[in-house]
């Protein structure tokens, strides 16, 4: 019953931009976590940006600045703006949604975001 559903990404340019959108159903979405993560061929899977039910934030290093998470409760939907994308930031991206108190938590089947001219 549970479902992460990932969209939006594709082949941009360098400097180019993208935004990603999760929606999830089956859960009480206003109470989880959500992040992105991200896997590059040959790479461990890492966190990208996460947000959580109080709309805090949190960013890799190498994308401050340049991405930004943020929820939509009313639509379920956690989405990842990405601007000045890099060729390094070709990867699945994958969503994610935990309560941390529990551990555990939902992924989505990713979608490839390749960066390249």
């Known amino acids: 019953q549970v479902q992460l559903v990932e969209s939006g990404g594709g082949l941009v340019q360098p400097g180019g931009s993208l935004r990603l959108s999760c929606a999830a159903s089956g859960i009480i979405f206003s109470i989880y976590t959500l992040a992105w993560f991200r896997q590059a061929p040959g790479k461990q899977r890492e966190l990208v940006a996460e947000i959580t039910s109080a709309s805090s934030t949190n960013y890799a290093d190498s994308v401050k600045g340049r991405f930004t998470i943020s929820r939509d409760n009313a639509k379920n939907t956690v989405y990842l703006q990405m601007n000045s994308l890099k060729p390094e930031d070709t990867a699945v991206y994958y969503c994610?949604?935990?309560?941390?108190?529990?551990?555990?938590?939902?992924w989505g089947q990713g979608t490839q975001v390749t960066v390249s001219s």
């Open positions: 994610n949604a935990v309560l941390l108190v529990s551990g555990g938590g939902y």
